[in-house]
């Protein structure tokens, strides 16, 4: 199919399908439990959608599916007929966001994926430098999860590095404050995971340089074809190398705090090899290029998926995060 024709499609699918699926008449084959209503937040797990180049110039619909159930419905045989079957299908189960089950050093000057944190949670990865639109000050990026608690926090909370999980503490370890956050919406869609935070005057960093890659080189296409090279730096795995396996994911539902919650427009990537891109406590990693270009940052990731079965990584598009932040890459 050409790029437009899959565009159109999924833009259709994303707002239709899913609404199907979770009739009342679906709620026992999708195996949904039986609670109150109130006590499950945000949307069910159904279909994503999204875009996988194939060769030439040829584009599939790539579908992700985060129950296996929904693929033995009339809802995925109308989608699969509907593109023709011109499809890639992957069960991926449920994606949660990273959570924190390594340890990591102190990190002075700080860097590019060394372990950072709310003072109230556990820890995740600092991402990357950046500079606010408005002020000029230099800023550290991650996700919202990791730097304002899923919502959960206020302007001028503290930043520990290492995260509290790892070791630090107040006030020894205490090296910024956090100054803007996108709040994360348990109703509706999300664009992305994302905060930023002050550093203390006292505290030296090293500007975008990630430990066995080399340094950022600036702000990489908004467009990424499928099986594009990537690699990124985190607090629990280090450096992995991947590639991007789809691209402008719609409806992928991921497990926080505060519920399922909705992502569209995401990037999808599979790591290298036999092993897994990203593991718990990658968040707010920074996500390159070939080129060392910053292309997005990620968030989530599940245990089973992708051609190794080790499963995905998504991650927001970076200009988007920059743009909410109003910040640039430093």
Known sequence: MQLESVR?????????????????????????????????????RTMAFGIR???NSDFVLAIRLQRREVGNTPEFEAVVKKAKNEVDVQYIGRAYKSATPWHQRRQRPLRCGCSVGHYKLTAGTLGCFVKSRKDGSVLMLSNNHVLANENDAAVGDHILQPGDYD???????????LVNFLKLKVNGSNAADCAVATINESISYKPNDLDGLGVVTGLGPSFLDSGAAVAKVGRTTGLTRGRVTAFEMDNVVVSFGLGDLRFDNQVEVEGEGADAFSA????????????????????????????NGAGLTYSNPLKVVL????VDLL
Do not use: H
């Open 53 to 55: 180049k194939k060769a």
């Open 323 to 326: 743009d909410q932040m109003k």
């Open 8 to 44: 159109e499609l999924k833009a259709a699918l994303s707002k239709t399908i899913p609404e199907k699926l979770l009739k009342p008449a679906r709620a026992q084959s999708l195996a949904v439990p039986a609670s109150p209503k109130a006590g499950r937040a945000g949307p069910e």
């Open 167 to 177: 070791g630090g503490r107040r006030p020894n370890d205490v090296v910024g404050q």
């Open 280 to 307: 718990g406590g990658d968040s707010g990693s920074l996500i390159v290029d070939d080129s060392l270009r910053g292309i997005a940052l990620l968030f989530a990731g599940t245990d089973q998926g992708g051609e």
